[in-house]
């Protein structure tokens, strides 16, 4: 029965590793549709923070960011926080490989070559499970 839980468990942490990246996914086409923000007086003006939270790309990227949040919570009640953590990295592979297919965005092998190290690095406190 701990095995199924634990599995369980996984697998909610990986919907939201998913969840994540499809969010931040949103939340870029999103702002990429409001004028460009160079400093801290832009963000804060009225007519921003309006374009910002109406916007159906944002709103989707919240509500997917909320789920994952929800879900997250119901894997902390099994797996150990320090096991769950690292696995959040697989978030920057899964959001690259997004950004690459569905934004269009280039990425250099030497991004991913940081990328690869970072979640190598991860694996590896995974395995010390």
């Not at 697998?11 to 990246?21: D, E, M, T, W």
């Not at 004028?35 to 159906?56: A, M, P």
């Not at 894997?75 to 696995?87: C, E, F, G, K, R």
């Not at 997004?98 to 990425?107: D, R, V, Y």
Request: hydrophobic share 55%; net charge neutral; with cysteine.
């Amino acid at each position: 029965m701990r095995d199924e839980k634990a599995m369980f468990a996984l697998a909610l942490v990986l919907i939201c590793v998913l969840a994540g990246s499809a969010g931040q996914i949103f939340w870029k086409q999103g702002m990429s549709q409001i004028d460009k923000i160079s400093d801290i007086s832009d963000l804060l003006q009225l007519k921003t923070v309006w374009e910002i939270f109406t916007n159906i790309y944002i709103l989707l990227g919240i509500g997917l960011y909320a789920l994952s949040v929800f879900l997250w919570l119901g894997a902390m009640s099994t797996l150990d926080i320090s096991y769950m953590y690292p696995l959040l990295s697989l978030g920057y592979i899964l959001t690259s490989i997004l950004a690459f297919f569905l934004i269009g965005e280039n990425i250099t092998i030497l991004r991913w070559a940081g990328i690869v190290l970072i979640v190598s690095g991860c694996f590896l406190i995974t395995k010390s499970a």
